[in-house]
């Protein structure tokens, strides 16, 4: 990481509160997100080029294809998991790390699963780096979830399949939620709430657009 200029940190602390504004503003209730958001320096997780436009309340492009959120749609989807410390989280695509990162600083033990192995070993060093240290990060397809892990108080996915995979939805508790994105190429916030062993129950909130679910899910769809 450069060496920053005199003052610099203190425009994005700045940047950082005016965007915790916007999103009060916008209808985000939970103080506790909003803290977190607050807390998190979302520039670190944005190439070089674009530390600028990172306290925009807009997606910007991580590479390969993938993108960093919108801070809002973060803050929504980490509102509804309505999660509380202790928790365990399971994040289903790392990207650069961010909203794995604004659930440690809710108090939360997140596992993070990467299908790009690049972004994976990126993200996981910035954590690190970060001092985010309650977020295991691995490579692999979140298909399958991290069964070993589970269960999990809250499931989280930051990629879109065409529906929920069965076993995303068998690793979440029993009282815990599965957020998601669901759909094609237009997607709507999913809320699976678990209400017994055998039941779930499902919502929709705002429509989204998220890059898709890569891996065992794409060749699902196509037979």
């Not at 699963?113 to 954590?127: D, G, H, P, V, W």
């Not at 691995?138 to 069964?147: E, I, Q, V």
Request: net charge neutral.
């Amino acid at each position: 990481m450069r060496v920053r200029a005199e003052g610099e940190e203190d425009a994005f602390a700045k940047a950082r509160a005016q965007l915790v504004q916007i999103l009060r503003e916008e209808g985000i209730k939970d103080e506790r997100v909003l803290k977190a958001i607050g807390l998190v320096p979302r520039h670190l997780f944005v190439p070089p080029e674009l530390e600028g436009l990172a306290y925009a309340n807009r997606p910007l492009p991580i590479g390969h294809g993938q993108t960093i959120s919108q801070p809002f749609v973060v803050a929504k989807m980490t509102e509804l998991l309505e999660i509380h410390p202790p928790c365990r989280v399971l994040e289903i695509g790392t990207g650069s790390g961010y909203q794995a990162a604004v659930l440690d600083a809710m108090g939360c033990e997140v596992f993070s699963i990467e299908i790009i192995e690049s972004l994976a070993e990126q993200a996981k060093e910035r954590l690190e780096k970060l001092n985010f240290k309650r977020v295991k990060v691995k490579t692999g397809d979140g298909y399958a979830g991290w069964p070993e892990a589970a269960p999990f108080d809250g499931v989280i996915l930051t990629a879109a399949p065409p529906r929920i995979p069965e076993l995303l939805k068998n690793q979440i508790r029993v009282g815990g939620r599965l957020v998601a994105p669901v759909g094609v190429e237009w997607q709507s916030l999913v809320v699976l709430h678990r209400v017994s062993a055998d039941r779930w129950v499902e919502t929709k909130d705002i429509p989204v657009r998220f890059v898709p679910m890569r891996g065992h899910v794409e060749r699902e769809v196509s037979h």
